[in-house]
């Protein structure tokens, strides 16, 4: 129904405080270590959060995580090693191994 993390809206169905609500869907959502008030979103899908710069993320969620222990688990997701795969091209051509089906006429 909603396209971000509506915290809000989550407390009104539950009858949960956002600091209950962020602990129970806790790895599902994240804090976003770039929130300003008005700006941008307080809390972030997991598949937004550990797609993109991942490295990047990492090193911000680690350094925030110093201030303030809520970001320790976004630098847990960051670092596991899925998420720091190094994706580099193959140099092959996929798309010349296509097997295309008869036309018939």
């Known amino acids: 129904e909603k396209a971000h993390v509506d915290m809000d809206y989550m ?6 405080d956002e600091e209950i ?3 129970e869907l806790s790895g599902v ?4 270590p770039d929130y300003a008030e008005g700006v941008n979103e307080k809390y972030l899908p997991a598949d937004e959060y550990l797609s993109g710069n991942v490295r990047q993320k990492l090193a911000i969620a680690q350094s925030k995580a110093a201030q303030d222990p809520r970001h320790q688990i976004n630098a847990s997701a960051a670092d596991r090693p899925h998420c720091q795969r190094d994706f580099r091209p193959t ?4 798309a010349g191994h296509r097997v295309y089906p008869p036309i018939y006429l």
Not at 11 to 16: A, D, E, F, P, Y
Not at 29 to 32: C, I, P, Q, S, Y
């Open 11 to 16: 407390s009104r169905l539950t009858g949960k």
């Open 21 to 23: 609500l962020f602990s």
């Open 29 to 32: 959502v994240f804090l976003n």
């Open 91 to 94: 140099g092959r051509n996929m």
